[in-house]
């Protein structure tokens, strides 16, 4: 059976014009093929009502085969800083890339 990665929990992205915290994600399925998933949270219109979602976008084929972390955090400025202290991703690079 073959090993998959964990998900790793990236980090937080908040939008002060939108008033929306976005929590990013990278995720895998059980064959190992890569995604990112963003969970958007924000304010409703009333009290106790929250908008938002959950949505994946794909990674490029054969992620993260000849990536390193920082080209990984360039493709992602809203995350740059978070994603290269992230220790756990440094370890995925360390292992997968």
Avoid at 21 to 26: M, P, R, S, V
Avoid at 33 to 52: F, Q, R, T, V
Avoid at 72 to 91: C, G, M, Q, T, W
């Amino acid at each position: 059976m073959k090993q998959v990665p964990d998900n790793i929990e990236i980090g937080w992205y908040h939008n002060e014009e939108y008033m929306m915290n976005t929590k990013l994600t990278l995720c895998f399925l059980s064959d190992g093929k890569a995604y990112l998933e963003y969970d958007d949270y924000c304010p409703g219109i009333s009290a106790g009502n929250s908008m938002g979602g959950t949505y994946r976008r794909p990674v490029p084929e054969g992620f993260p085969k000849g990536w390193t972390l920082e080209e990984f955090a360039e493709s992602l400025p809203r995350y740059h800083d978070v994603i290269l202290k992230n220790e756990k991703l440094k370890k995925f690079f360390e292992k997968w890339a």
